[in-house]
């Protein structure tokens, strides 16, 4: 489990169980509307902070990018099905190269969500934010960001 990776972790979570929230571990973002639990409620917002399928190949390599797209594609379509009528999709990702050639905005309108925003992200407005790597043995480092936005999507209007 992921707990033992993150340092810090337990007490986060623990700070959410005050808060009243409900944690679930162990999600795929590919098929979390199917999730024996999350398939009973609907999200005013559904958010995936820097999506990541790992390192199989070379950022830069058609292989990976085709990888991070099927992730963040499977993700959009999951949460469009999860959303309030008024509910938005949040991604946060990097903006430069190779990381535009994700081409999320296109990944969206092709799942049905429609762009509402996109806003720079700075790490330094979000106080006691820490971006970690998923995997491997430098798991609990962070990484640098670079250039990234906040992605905001809603569904796309049904017409009558």
């Known amino acids: ?3 033992l990776k993150y340092s810090g972790a337990m007490a986060n979570l623990k700070k959410l169980e005050e ?3 409900t944690i679930v571990h162990e999600v795929d973002a590919t098929t979390m509307s199917q999730h024996a639990l999350l398939k009973l409620y609907s999200f005013d917002q559904i958010v995936f ?3 990541h399928a790992g390192l199989i190949y070379k950022e830069r390599e058609t292989p990976q990018i085709q990888l991070h797209k099927k992730l ?3 993700f959009l379509k999951n949460a469009c099905k999860m959303l309030t009528e ?3 999709v949040h991604i946060t990702h990097k903006t430069n190269y190779p990381f535009s050639m994700w081409k999320i905005e296109k990944l969206a309108k092709e799942v049905g969500l429609w762009l509402i925003n996109e ?3 700075f790490k330094g ?3 006691g934010y820490e971006n970690k790597r998923g995997h491997g043995i430098k798991c609990n480092k962070s990484f640098p960001i670079g250039e990234c936005s906040t992605f905001m999507f809603k569904k796309q209007p049904r017409l009558l």
């Open 125 to 127: 407005e979000y106080p």
């Open 72 to 74: 963040v594609k499977g």
């Open 49 to 51: 902070n820097f999506p």
């Open 19 to 21: 808060l009243g929230c």
């Open 1 to 3: 489990m992921s707990l």
């Open 119 to 121: 806003v720079p992200f």
């Open 86 to 88: 008024n509910g938005e």
